[in-house]
Nanobody, 111 residues
Framework: QVQLVESGGGLVQPGGSLRLTCAASGIIFSSASMGWYRQAPGNQRELVAFITSGGFTNYANSVKGRFSISRDNAKNTGYLQMNSLKPEDTAVYYC?????WGQGTQVTVSS
């Protein structure tokens, strides 16, 4: 069965950085696309960044130039590097692979 485990969230000051990790198992990760999503309280879950099996990436306008999605197929792991974080980036961040979801990791941006 597919299992996705996110990590790397935490509390960071505005302007700071975090790197989220999504460790995948039970799936041929190299053949799958992966997305990072986030959900803030009272809001719908939204797509933040997406990477295909071939490495094509796409980003939400709100994070372009600040976030970077990548993957290491040898480690069955995906990443989301988040720089220049803003309070409005505060949310639970989830990875999705083949329509499966991880449990999420909380990111809080606050001074």
């Amino acid at each position: 069965q597919v299992q996705l485990v996110e990590s790397g969230g935490g509390l960071v000051q505005p302007g700071g950085s975090l790197r989220l990790t999504c460790a995948a198992s039970g799936i041929i990760f190299s053949s799958a696309s992966m997305g990072w999503y986030r959900q803030a309280p009272g809001n719908q879950r939204e797509l933040v960044a997406f990477i295909t099996s071939g490495g094509f990436t796409n980003y939400a306008n709100s994070v372009k130039g600040r976030f970077s999605i990548s993957r290491d197929n040898a480690k069955n792991t995906g990443y989301l590097q988040m720089n220049s974080l803003k309070p409005e980036d505060t949310a639970v961040y989830y990875c999705q692979v083949n329509l499966q979801w991880g449990q999420g990791t909380q990111v809080t941006v606050s001074s």
